[in-house]
């Protein structure tokens, strides 16, 4: 990973910036997008429990070690000792006796259990299963209710984030608490390309309007996970480390922002 862009978390370990994501990918799709994602030099691949993939997705990476490999623990099985052996299970169907990166999906709070999830994830790290431990989705509450009840602050928070979507006020809250940004649907699931910001960019630089939008996470200091099946997309993708936006440009996609374009759930409101 000499020359892949990594970023250090709050425990000292390398994440590459640029990773792949597998959402709503299945089965033989699952194994070939991430066989390719791996040839074409990805060094992040991001799964779930939910995603129901992981096993396909861990015959994709093969034998390829050095690959920093990230999970989550899907929303029924938070609890303790659910946990503990949620994430047995995903380590089986990912063929390893560890992952990089193991994330708590969504917090749940009506649930009321992601403190306990969260405390064993500390035990989880302590036992090697997990080498860094995180969470996506959360809100700046619950960061600090982990953080207050465990003193364990999590390496990274995995959130939807994307040019018309840039939550620049959870970004602020990850700074000042030492935490990694890292976006999911960092494309806004395709719409953020539809700007004419986007596609006259795109004709400046002579790159995919998908790779100046990965730039643009990328310079702004986020890890990003882009995902497709398609080949030739995958390596559009990953030409975003091959080239640089100008101040002008990153400025103009910054105007991009709706505090209102958020496409997923809201992460206070979403139980199930």
């Known amino acids: 990973m000499t020359d892949y862009p990594t970023l250090t978390l709050n425990d000292d370990r390398q994440i590459p910036q640029l990773g792949f994501g597998t959402w709503e990918i299945e089965g ?32 994709g990476i093969g034998d390829w070690s050095d690959i920093f490999l990230q999970t989550k623990i899907w929303n029924e099985s938070q609890g303790y000792d659910r946990t503990l052996k949620a994430a047995d299970k995903c380590l089986s169907r990912l063929g390893r006796d560890h992952v990089d990166m193991l994330l708590i999906h969504w917090p749940c709070p009506e649930k009321d259990l992601f403190v306990d999830t969260w405390k064993a994830f500390i035990e989880l790290r302590d036992q090697g299963k997990a080498k860094s431990i995180g ?57 953020a390309m539809d700007s004419d910001v986007i596609s006259s960019i795109a004709e ?11 730039r643009w996470h990328i310079q702004h200091g986020l890890s990003t996970l882009p995902r497709s099946t398609n080949p030739d997309h995958i390596r559009d993708n990953f030409a975003a480390l091959s080239f640089e936006l100008s101040d002008e440009q990153m400025a103009k996609i910054d105007t991009l922002d709706d505090p209102d374009a958020r496409m997923g759930p809201e992460p206070g409101k979403f139980n199930s």
Request: aromatic content about 6%; glycine content about 8%; cysteine-free.
């Open 28 to 59: 033989d799709d699952a194994k070939a997008a991430v066989g390719t994602a791996v040839e074409t030099g990805y060094w992040l691949i991001d799964t779930a429990a939910v995603y129901g993939n992981e096993k396909e997705v861990g015959e």
């Open 204 to 214: 400046e630089t002579g790159k995919s309007k998908s790779a100046v939008v990965i």
């Open 135 to 191: 969470v996506s989705n959360f809100r700046e509450e619950d960061l600090k209710r982990i953080v207050d009840e465990t003193g364990v602050v999590p390496a990274l928070n995995q959130i939807e984030l994307h040019p018309t979507f840039q939550q620049r006020e959870m970004r602020k809250v990850h700074e000042e608490m030492g935490i990694l940004t890292q976006s999911w649907s960092p494309l806004g699931q395709g719409k």
